[in-house]
């Protein structure tokens, strides 16, 4: 914690091609060693065959992925009197947007496929019928919080 007071808050630019800050927050976390082009023309592509696949909106079916895969609560390791617990704890929503916009590119990446596109794509896609790897990631966070319920008191 900062002694000079709080952090200031970051605002989210928007892409270019959508104008939509979720999608510049996605192509943030798909970039991986300065190449923002690529991640631009992964995620477009991905945009595209959804667009095709669906025949509907691409930027609705991607918040409603991202909503059904935003966590409530999820669980935090603390140290009480030498023990370690797994607590739960309430997340906020721009806090859970990140958890979900995380987990479903981990999903994505783990994904057997031929190229990132196609595999974003599918998961997207995945999440918004309540499937995928991101699904099952957010399932398990809860189960663990729970199975962990009895040490909320350690908050």
Do not use: C
């Amino acid at each position: 914690m900062s002694r000079r007071g709080p952090a200031e808050k970051k605002t989210v630019k928007r892409d270019p091609f959508y104008r939509n800050r979720v999608v510049n927050m996605l192509i943030n976390r798909i970039l991986k060693h300065g190449k923002k082009s690529l991640a631009y023309k992964i995620l477009y592509r991905a945009m595209k065959k959804i667009q095709q696949k669906k025949k509907r909106n691409p930027l609705s079916i991607l918040r409603q992925a991202i909503r059904r895969v935003t966590p409530k609560i999820a669980v935090k390791r603390r140290r009480v009197s030498g023990s370690a617990y797994q607590v739960p704890i309430e997340i906020k929503a721009p806090q859970g947007k990140v958890l979900a916009i995380r987990w479903l590119l981990e999903a994505a990446r783990k994904r057997p496929g031929r190229n990132m596109a196609f595999k974003l794509s599918s998961e997207l896609m995945d999440a918004t019928k309540g499937k995928g790897n991101a699904i099952r990631k957010k399932e398990e966070t809860y189960r663990m919080a729970e199975a962990n319920r009895t040490f909320a008191n350690f908050r």
